[in-house]
């Protein structure tokens, strides 16, 4: 390359697909998978890994090693993704949350407790939290993320049934018990909050879903924050259903709800008010849909038919480059036409060779 950047290192492979590892002068804004996301409110996403261990037959990001349509994973390196959660952080106007929500599992970026050290120090940083399904918890890790300065953890919990987890997350290894006995020794021994937030899948864990909600409140989520929500199970184009769950639509879902907050004597909605979340300034939208800009491919995409690659002019972003018709070369220049532009998240089409 000869932009003056780093190339992606390919330092392995996860399930057979490449494993990058974005270095240091990649820019860490522009792509949905790695990098920081601003939606235009204080809470700033922020995507270190894109790996996941568990197989869940419901995942919306299809992640995990029986993935059918990534084509790459990636790590994001540290200084980069400080960097560009500093550019987002620094044009709000309300102290920020950093929010760790990966499109896999956040707990296997390498400098995970680097990472939300960093974030906790920054001066416009509030609160740091991580959402994970918990697999890869332990006393230890806790303990660690506790020292790190990590204030909350949003926990995925879906049954406490062992057999109805095997098949609902794909992971021999999972057991919802020693999950739930370390989210309590969180909530417990550590100052770490704890949100609750299972998926309802209707028909397959309607009544898990209530066990597990009396039991967060039972052990004392929400020290801080609203202790649980439910997530709605929506269908997603790049997501899996494997087991045909039913969509139900948000009025059912809403009056489903309310019956259940009857039942347990506890809400389950809150407004962003109660999750110190408001609407704030973005850093600026680079490219508007229909433009077109130079880009360079640094390696493959995320998704199959995808690369990823590198914007040329101005301030560098990532972006999302998709060939229709014909192959596409890692190291070659492109002109693409941006399709997709939300929250800074950019993708085109290439139209020809730059
Ligand atoms: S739902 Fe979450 S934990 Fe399950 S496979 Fe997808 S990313 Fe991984």
């Known amino acids: 390359m000869n932009t003056g950047m780093d190339k992606p290192l390919l330092i392995g492979r996860f399930a057979e697909k490449p494993l990058y590892y974005l270095p240091r002068s990649m820019p860490g804004l522009g792509f949905i998978a790695a990098g920081v996301i601003d939606r235009g409110t204080n809470v700033v996403q922020v ?17 995990g090693p029986l993935s059918s349509r990534r084509h790459a994973e990636y790590f994001m390196d540290l200084e980069a993704l400080l960097e560009a959660f500093n550019q987002v952080a620094s044009v709000k106007t309300a102290m920020v949350e950093a929010l760790i929500d990966t499109v896999g599992e956040g707990l296997t970026y390498p400098y995970i407790y680097s990472l939300i050290k960093s974030l906790k120090k920054h001066p416009r940083v ?22 790190a300065g990590l204030d909350r953890v949003n926990l995925s919990l879906d049954t406490f049934n062992r057999e109805k987890a095997k098949m609902l997350y794909g992971l021999e290894s999972y057991d919802p018990a020693r999950v739930a ?9 550590t100052s770490i909050d704890l949100h609750v ?20 409140l039972k052990i ?35 009056k489903w709800l309310e019956k259940l907050e009857r039942k347990i004597g506890a809400r389950l909605r809150w407004d962003m008010n109660e999750w110190g979340m408001t609407y704030d300034r973005r850093i600026p939208i680079l490219y508007r849909r229909g ?18 690659g590198v914007t040329l002019h101005g301030e560098p972003r990532l972006i999302t480059l998709i060939r229709e018709k014909s192959v596409a070369a890692i190291g070659r220049k492109y002109i693409a036409k941006i399709v997709e532009n939300k929250d800074g998240i950019y993708v085109g089409k290439i139209v020809g060779e730059a």
């Open 47 to 63: 995507r270190p890994t894109t790996l996941c261990p568990m197989n869940c037959a419901f995942c919306s990001v299809d992640a």
């Open 126 to 147: 509030k609160s740091v939290a991580l959402e994970t399904h918990g697999a890869p918890l332990s006393k230890q890790v806790i303990n660690k993320l506790w020292e």
């Open 181 to 189: 006995e370390l989210a309590e020794y969180m909530v417990k021994e």
């Open 197 to 216: 937030t299972p998926l309802w899948l209707p028909g397959l864990n309607d009544q898990d879903i209530e066990d597990v909600l009396n039991w967060a």
């Open 220 to 254: 004392g989520a929400g020290k801080k924050w609203p202790p649980t929500t439910v997530q709605k199970f929506n269908v997603h184009r790049h997501g899996r259903n494997r087991l045909g769950v039913k969509q139900v639509s948000w009025s059912e879902f809403y």
């Open 291 to 308: 433009e077109l800009v130079g880009a360079m491919i640094v390696a493959e995409g995320w998704l199959k038919g995808e690369f990823l």
